[in-house]
């Protein structure tokens, strides 16, 4: 079980509480301030960015202090977890409302509305998130009309996020001061500042998901589509085995890789029952 579990889910799956999606916690003006701030200056990602740039080539024992530090505070207000499909079936099966709406991310890296985000809530018709969503000028959500908020049933939720996999995008979900989870994202490494800081500069502000992969011998031909989607670098070919394995160490137990396997040779297991794996978050 990763830290929030243990704070906010009374030692289960933190997110699969749903309290943690409930509009008691959205009537807290805090959290709505920095939701609206948050959704209206997409441009902050960018400096976000450089800011990850500097402590990149910063002396070794700033960095020591700054990550901690940085991650801790992410885990107050901003903090995501990678969650398989499955999960993301369970959440949809207890909110209310489902609202797929631009990336802001997206925005920043492609300059255009890229729509791989979805709006989660307790309330019918989106509730207050949606609401406060609609009250912000923004262009990226095709502009005050904010026609780009759909709202789609579960099953159609879940047919595109099956797509989303498809194209080989991990599934996150995302707080907006902690505990309250308003949104999933599905990332990639190239366009996810969140996944870019934790993977690849070393800071981390989500956890790895409840889960860790692992590829059955007999049943894997060596195809090696798997190693093609994985955006965290724990897979591997033996060339003398001709199979895929794959480095528990490393995995992120989004299931991406089991979405692309043919033969069905991926299976995710509990983290907390894989050694090498358990204690990694
Ligand atoms: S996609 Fe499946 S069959 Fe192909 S290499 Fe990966 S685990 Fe093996
Ligand atoms: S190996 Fe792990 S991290 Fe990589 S795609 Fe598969 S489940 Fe995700």
Wanted: with cysteine.
């Amino acid at each position: 079980m990763c830290d929030f579990c243990h704070k906010h889910g009374e030692g289960k799956k933190w997110y699969l509480q749903a309290k943690n999606y409930s509009e008691d916690l959205m009537s807290d003006l805090r959290r709505r301030r920095f939701i609206t701030e948050f959704f209206s200056h997409p441009e902050h990602l960018t400096t976000d960015v450089a800011g990850l740039t500097q402590l990149e080539r910063a002396p070794a024992f700033v960095r020591a202090v700054l990550t901690p530090y940085i991650s801790n505070r992410q885990k107050r207000i901003h903090f995501g977890q990678v969650v398989p499909i499955e999960d993301v079936d369970r959440i949809f099966g207890f909110v209310t409302s489902i609202v797929r709406l631009a990336c802001i991310c997206r925005q920043t890296t492609v300059g255009s509305e890229q729509r791989y985000c979805y709006g989660v809530s307790m309330a019918p018709q989106g509730g207050r998130f949606t609401e406060i969503i609609r009250e912000i000028d923004a262009d990226y959500l095709t502009g005050p009309n904010t026609a780009g908020l759909e709202m789609l049933t579960k099953e159609e939720a879940i047919d595109s996020l099956r797509k989303h996999e498809k194209e080989g995008l991990c599934h996150t979900l995302w707080t907006f001061i902690t505990p309250f989870i308003g949104g999933i994202c599905n990332c990639d490494r190239s366009d996810c500042q969140a996944m870019r800081a934790t993977v690849v500069y070393g800071l981390p502000v989500m956890f790895r998901a409840e889960y860790v992969a692992q590829v059955e011998p007999d049943q894997c031909n060596g195809c090696r589509a798997c190693m093609r989607v994985c955006q965290f670098g724990a897979t591997g070919y033996s060339a003398a085995n001709k199979k895929v394995v794959i480095d528990p160490r490393r995995c992120y137990g989004c299931g991406i890789c089991r979405a692309s396997c043919a033969k069905n040779a991926i299976t995710l297991f509990d983290r907390v029952k894989v050694p090498a794996a358990a204690y990694r978050w």
